[in-house]
């Protein structure tokens, strides 16, 4: 089983890489946010998990970290009904902040999870279900982002900027920029506009 890989990135696509290793080419999945950081050429250290399918045969899931390898194998092992893909999804979302994404879980906070992170209602109640007493494992990554005190004026922002017809992968966005320009002492009105700001420009 391979657990470890070292060589030269070869190819970045969409959601995996090329990694040369001794002259083979290892095709690597990864979480998008890690992909973001790689450019061909460069060396590269990645951590390896292998999911075997009776369609695709073994596949390669990378991570740049030991703490996202154990994220995404929390993932795929706690959670039902999820495979090596929808775990790698879980982690790009997870890896905008993971001790935001960390206290979600322990505080049962659906909100966040929605608001912030951008999992459905349903999704974000099934990861505090089968997490809540299995994250204390996970190392945590960072620090934690997000005031709690900003949350329910962001909920109602990312409520108005939905009901005004903007996706929620759009209004996630405004929102991102929002807490980078310092809006947790706005309130829910001028946070909306500010949002529509970003939006319109």
């Known amino acids: 089983m391979i657990a470890y890989l070292k060589g030269e990135v070869f190819e970045v696509s969409n959601n995996a890489i090329i990694l040369l290793v001794g002259g083979v080419g290892y095709y690597v999945n990864m979480a998008s946010p890690s992909l973001t950081t790689l450019e061909k050429g460069q ?56 001790a935001d994404f960390h206290r979600a879980i322990i505080n049962k906070d659906p909100k966040i999870l929605t608001t912030i992170f951008g999992f459905t209602a349903k999704t974000a109640q099934k990861l505090i279900d089968s997490l809540k007493d299995k994250m204390d494992t996970i190392t945590v990554q960072g620090e934690v982002k997000i005031k709690t005190a900003e949350i329910p004026f962001m909920s109602d922002v990312m409520a108005a900027l939905t009901a005004l017809g903007y996706s929620a992968q759009e209004s996630r966005r405004a929102i991102e920029k929002i807490y980078q320009q310092g809006a947790n002492n706005n309130t829910v009105e001028e946070n909306i506009k500010a949002a529509l700001r970003i939006l319109r420009k």
């Not at 154990?70 to 999804?89: M, Q």
């Open 43 to 98: 060396q590269l250290e990645v951590y390896i998990t292998e999911s075997l399918s009776p369609y695709d045969g073994t596949a390669l899931y990378g991570f740049l970290t030991k703490e996202d390898k154990e994220l995404f194998l929390l993932f795929k092992e706690s959670i039902p009904n999820t495979g090596p893909k929808k775990a790698l999804e879980f982690l790009a979302k997870a890896l905008r902040s993971v």
